[in-house]
């Protein structure tokens, strides 16, 4: 079963606390992207990877900053956490081979930054 | 750059009616996809259905299918005979290199 695992389901910190998020994909998708979903917003799209090492900023890039070290992991830090970041994060990623291919989602991580 | 319009914020529907969720976008690609997910309370995104720019046929996914008109760059879903395990967010999204979403549309079916 294709899956894609996000670390933490809840995470309460800090204003000022290093963050990060972690994903992890079993697919050997080469896409992978980090969105933030708001009330009345949607999903918007925070950087996205289409291979190992490589990174584009999506359209909300600002106070984060990702890595991808390896094809199956992709990591989203906040440099500096703050409220207005509070927030659920979903990781998602797809193959590259086709358009139609599933994107397939994590479950996501709700932050609460206090 | 891509863009895509979700109109309706919120909707209710009468259970065992038909549905049809608003989606236009945006984009100067003559190839792309179009997606709809479906969000549950829980949070996770469900795939429902694709569509790609190419496709001659309206894609169809049991109760689902998408009335894709390229001309209007219009990609509605319609879900048809409701119940009340459709209520949900609904997100349109669309994929070229990166994949863009709307702002979703909450559905409720009433019984």
């Known amino acids: 079963d294709v899956k894609v695992t996000q670390s933490s389901r809840y995470l309460v910190k800090r204003t000022g606390e290093k963050v990060f998020l972690e994903c992890v994909q079993d697919?050997?998708?080469?896409?992978m992207f980090w969105y933030r979903q708001d009330p009345g917003l949607g999903l918007r799209l925070i950087y996205f990877s289409y291979d190992v090492k490589m990174k584009e900023k999506g359209d909300i890039p600002e106070g984060y900053s990702v890595s991808r070290e390896k094809k199956e992991r992709f990591s989203l830090i906040l440099e500096s956490a703050s409220t207005n970041q509070t927030s659920m994060y979903l990781c998602a990623s797809s193959s590259r081979t086709a358009q139609g291919n599933t994107i397939y989602f994590g479950e996501g991580s709700w932050l609460t930054v206090v | 750059a891509q863009k895509i319009t979700q109109t309706q914020p919120g909707m209710f529907v009468q259970e065992k009616e038909a549905v049809t969720l608003d989606c236009t976008y945006d984009?100067?690609?003559?190839?792309?996809?179009l997606f709809w997910y479906k969000q549950p309370s829980s949070g996770e995104m469900i795939f429902l259905i694709y569509q790609g720019s190419y496709d001659e046929q309206n894609a169809t996914e049991g109760r689902y299918s998408l009335n894709f008109q390229k001309a209007r760059k219009s990609a509605n879903l319609v879900i048809s005979a409701s119940q009340l395990g459709d209520s949900a967010m609904y997100f349109c999204a669309i994929r070229r290199d990166k994949i863009i979403f709307g702002k979703g549309t909450r559905l409720h079916i009433l019984p």
């Open positions: 697919m050997d998708h080469e896409n």
């Open positions: 984009t100067s690609d003559q190839s792309y996809g």
